[in-house]
């Protein structure tokens, strides 16, 4: 079994760097390329944490002779920039190493993806949004389809979601029975013109009807850029030109809630103190920012979990379709003040 010292010796850098890349430290100060090297040496040799290594020794099954694709809407660079979807990936992985199932990866490419590794598959996993032209590519391909974080032609395919629209009003909820009632937002909107899809837009929707029904909307609190760390600096930054501010902002992502309050920071604008923010996904950076993010947490391991079970069972004999809606849980930890008298 390999140790996070033979991946750094393969990688050429410190048993510190491997430890926090291994870890999703978006704080670390390193390539892309490096860091894809590291996660890759690490697949390589099946490196797997100490807790998990006595636990999955026992769950290992003869080789099976399935093998599962994994088609990915992002390409490879910007997943290493998204520790949600970089998890549901590696809980694929994980049940699949697991059951001695052999994984082909498929990312997208200058907007596309390479149809032929679709074929001889036995199941396909698909993670992410895509058009209804490749959807159909895919039904031509797969007999036996998965899809994570969508539900495209519910009734025909497997998927495994969260409840959009339930979340978001949870967390405004919450915030609203703390008091709030000047509520900023800070969104991610991708368009893929590829797929003829917007990414981000179910966040955004539920945060207005909710608010809508409150008569607590305000349009000037809210902002909309990319799901990114650099996005959350801006945001914020233009945010704080405004002569009014919310006295909370909820972030479509953590890594937009992260840039934000780096804003807020260089501003000398305290967190929670003056104003709070909430992120969304719970990455593993967020439990060590300063202070400790407030965040929803999003079961993403646990998504591609599901999604491998769901494979297998189809591969079983199962015919009638499944959507299985994982729950969401708001993390309170430091960025959000419990005593608002808003």
Not at 101 to 109: A, D, E, G
């Amino acid at each position: 079994m390999a140790t996070i010292k033979e991946i750094a010796d393969r990688s050429g850098v410190s048993l510190a760097t491997v430890s926090r890349v291994l870890n999703y430290d978006k704080t670390l100060s390193i390539s892309s390329v490096k860091r894809k090297l590291i996660l890759e040496i690490a697949e390589e040799l099946e490196y797997e944490t100490p807790r998990n290594r006595k636990k999955n020794q026992t769950k290992r099954k003869k080789k099976s002779n399935i093998t599962l694709g994994v088609l990915h809407f992002l390409s490879i660079e910007a997943e290493l920039e998204d520790p949600y979807y970089i998890a549901v990936r590696l809980g694929i992985e994980k049940m699949c190493l697991d059951h001695s199932i052999k994984v082909v990866k498929i990312y997208r490419k200058d907007n596309t993806f390479e149809k032929n590794l679709l074929d001889d598959l036995d199941g396909l996993i698909v993670i992410g949004k895509f058009s209804l032209e490749h959807q159909r590519i895919i039904q031509k391909h797969c007999a036996k389809v998965v899809y994570v974080d969508s539900s495209p032609l519910e009734g025909d395919y497997d998927c495994v979601v969260i409840d959009m629209d339930w979340t978001v009003r949870n967390v405004l909820g919450y915030l609203t029975d703390l008091g709030y009632k000047k509520i900023g937002y800070l969104g991610g909107c991708e368009e893929l013109a590829e797929y003829n899809t917007i990414l981000g837009e179910t966040r955004k929707k539920a945060f207005y009807d909710c608010l809508s029904e409150k008569s607590l909307f305000e349009p000037k609190w809210v902002f909309v850029d990319k799901f990114s760390y650099d996005s959350g600096y801006e945001m914020m930054k233009t945010a704080l030109d405004l002569s009014e501010l919310p006295d909370v902002f909820f972030a479509a992502n953590d890594n937009i809630a992260i840039g934000a309050m780096k804003a807020l920071y260089e501003c000398g604008i305290k967190v929670p103190d003056e104003i709070s923010i909430i992120g969304f996904n719970d990455i593993p950076t967020a439990q060590y920012t300063i202070p400790p993010l407030s965040t929803v947490k999003i079961y993403s391991e646990f998504m591609g979990e599901c999604a491998v079970e769901l494979i297998l069972e189809q591969i079983a004999g199962r015919k009638i379709s499944k959507k299985v809606t994982i729950p969401t849980k708001i993390i309170k930890r430091a960025t959000v003040k419990l005593d608002s008298k808003n």
